[in-house]
């Protein structure tokens, strides 16, 4: 029962810590776009029009 009065205190402030990280996820945008990453991929990268590099003989 002793080892509750450390670990309860830790898990606590862990707890806490990780809602804090949470938080700053939420606040800077991290969870904005949620759809974008996903049809990104269907879509063609635009054309490369820059001409392939010469090598001197």
Known sequence: MDAL?????????????????????????QYDDLDGAASRILFDDPPNNTPPRQTPP
């Open 5 to 29: 009065i450390i670990l309860v205190p830790v898990a606590l402030l862990l707890g806490l810590i990780g809602l804090g990280g949470f938080l700053w996820a939420l606040r800077s945008g």
